[in-house]
């Protein structure tokens, strides 16, 4: 096993995926190129549910982050398992609709939604639009009035956690460009203009604290200022709060320093929290929802790539370039992201040269890791970075008119294409 249980390496010494020997997989579908490994997903699914029925009682709902990892494959998977999703774009919501994904199942967020997203979300019927602001609450509900409709929504609430105490947690806190903030007294405004809205039916509350977050106290804190929140609002209004949602971030193990995280440990040590407080304070349970992206897709792919130069500059760095990069992989030069790396058909040799690994863009920020420990390279070889299964092919660009690598999915022994690789024609296809 390397770093997750799926990943292993085989008698001829090269890395396998899902029991599949990649540098085959390599050659069958070229590089570079994004393997997924199906059962993977389907089994952290699983786990997702089971744990939330088992801890917060039957109606409880995990939602696939969309923003992770977007195809039409992944949604049929998705509904497949049971789950629901969340969707942040127009874009979303239509790859969604063109898989088929049941409407009632999905929950649409984003902090400046356009007239456009509202009505397109509400043609399609999808089951709950997350309001960030009070100008966003008075736009569905003018369009629900006009429609004649009454539209589920949820507020988003930034709970107020402290970035400082934690540092991981950016999203949550009352300075943010999602939500209204508890603290600031506009959480509670907007939770009395929403129940005044003829066009909306207010569900519930929505909170989500940041992402590849390790330590459960974060997540614990959240959901005890939310119950907490939940029962001012039933003495205040008289109301009660059906449903709620906490969002995803729970983090994942992407090299050997970062720790293993038990999923459905980390559920039941937060459900604690919330029935714990529902049951003293005589609050109904609401429905949980959890919004996981990372934690369902990031370990279950990797990227293959084919080594071009390798350069040694004497007193200075080792440089392996591979024939991909930022495009496919943003995430080092947006936040210096750790990842591991393995000569993929040398895997079981010692990871005994320090290398920085280079894509080939015009840049010198495209870089995929800095000072990473690897096995000697040379051109040629196959390239392997794990744990790139989530916000890689999601966030992959055409920079220097690079073509996207396909996705490809493997289960049981078998591999398929879920995304075709793009050509040079789909570049130039919206050029007039
Ligand atoms: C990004 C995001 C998620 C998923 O976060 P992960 O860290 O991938 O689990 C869930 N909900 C919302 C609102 C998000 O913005």
């Not at 063109?98 to 979300?121: C, E, L, M, Q, V």
């Not at 005589?282 to 429905?287: F, K, N, R, S």
């Not at 934690?295 to 130069?309: D, M, Q, R």
Request: charged share 25%.
């Amino acid at each position: 096993m390397i770093l997750h249980p799926h990943l292993s390496v085989n008698s001829q010494g090269h890395l396998t995926i899902g029991g599949m020997d990649t540098v085959e997989l390599a050659r069958e579908f070229g590089t570079p190129a994004y393997i997924l490994d199906e059962n993977v997903i389907r089994q952290n699914m699983r786990t997702y549910l089971s744990a939330a029925e088992k801890n917060f009682g039957k109606g409880a709902l995990p939602l696939f982050a969309s923003k992770s990892l977007c195809f039409k494959e992944i949604y049929k998977i998705a509904a497949e398992e049971g789950l629901g999703i969340d969707c942040v774009s127009g874009g979303e919501l239509f790859t969604a609709k063109s898989a088929g994904f049941p409407a009632d199942r999905i929950y649409f967020h984003g902090n400046n939604k356009t007239d456009k997203d509202i009505s397109d979300a509400m043609d399609m019927g999808v089951g709950r639009i997350v309001v960030d602001n009070t100008d966003e609450l008075y736009a569905v509900n003018a369009e629900a009035m006009r429609r004649g409709t009454k539209q589920g929504i949820l507020l988003r609430i930034t709970p107020g956690i402290d970035p400082h105490t934690h540092k991981a947690v950016v999203t949550g806190s009352v300075d943010s460009k999602f939500g209204s903030a508890i603290e600031t007294g506009q959480a509670m405004e907007i939770v009395k203009k929403a129940i005044a809205c003829d066009g909306v039916e207010l569900y519930g509350l929505h909170c989500h604290i940041g992402s590849q977050i390790f330590d459960i106290y974060p997540f614990s804190d959240a959901a005890d200022i939310m119950v907490r929140f939940i029962a001012e609002i039933k003495k205040e209004c008289n109301f009660s709060i059906r449903e709620l949602n906490l969002g995803g971030g729970l983090g994942v193990r992407y090299t050997e320093n970062d720790p293993h995280i038990d999923y459905a440990q980390a559920i039941s040590d937060i459900a604690k929290v919330v029935t714990g407080f529902c049951n003293q304070n005589g609050i109904e349970m609401p429905q949980v929802r959890l919004e996981p992206g990372r934690s369902i897709v990031a370990a279950a792919g990797i990227t293959l790539y084919t080594v071009g130069s390798v350069k040694q500059i004497p007193g200075f760095k080792n440089y392996i370039s591979v024939d991909g990069g930022m495009p496919d992989n943003p995430r080092y030069a947006l936040y210096q992201s750790r990842y591991t790396a393995l000569i993929a058909n040398r895997a079981d040799a010692p990871r005994d040269f320090r290398a920085t690994l280079a894509g080939r863009c015009c840049e010198s920020g495209d870089l995929l890791g800095e000072d990473m420990d690897i096995q000697h390279a040379e051109r040629g070889d196959i390239l392997a970075v794990l744990v790139t299964g989530a916000y890689n092919y999601s966030m992959a660009s055409n920079y220097n008119r690079i073509p996207r690598p396909p996705v490809i999915l493997v289960k049981d022994g078998n591999a398929r294409v879920a995304v075709r690789r793009e050509t040079y024609d789909d570049l130039i296809r919206c050029d007039v």
